[in-house]
């Protein structure tokens, strides 16, 4: 497959692009219980708690900033969130997570030592063609997340 070159020159083409976006700044979850994804995405993936935005009466928290190197990842809790129950019907597949290299077979294992179902796995080549491992799982509340490694 050739691959194709999207960048347009400094100017829009008429009736081109209205914005030209320089990066991704976050992604926004919606999930039933803050304190349970925390768990899993502190505890379980490394993502460093950035900010606690909001919490509920009893102060529990309820709208919470991740830090994955400089991108942030939101945890927006709506307890009436329920994830279509067939994953082609919803609207984010996954997100990304570029980690530390762990070997294939090691962070398998550990994954599953602490309950986490492994949904799939993913041998390819990153932007800069170096050949990667990516391990899919799921978050508590059903929202996709791949885990990426450079392969050694």
Known sequence: MEAVDT???SQPAA???????TGLDHA???VRDVEASL???TELLGLAVRSVMRRDEAGRPTFVELGAGDQTVFLMERRDYR???DRSARGLNHICLLIEPAGAERLQEALRARGVTIRGTREGHNRQGRPT???YVEDPDGHGVELEQVVE
């Open 133 to 135: 491992f990516s391990v």
């Open 7 to 9: 960048r347009r020159e």
């Open 28 to 30: 926004n979850l919606h």
């Open 83 to 85: 994830p279509p129950a």
């Open 39 to 41: 768990r899993f995405y």
């Open 15 to 21: 009736g081109g692009p209205l914005v030209r976006p």
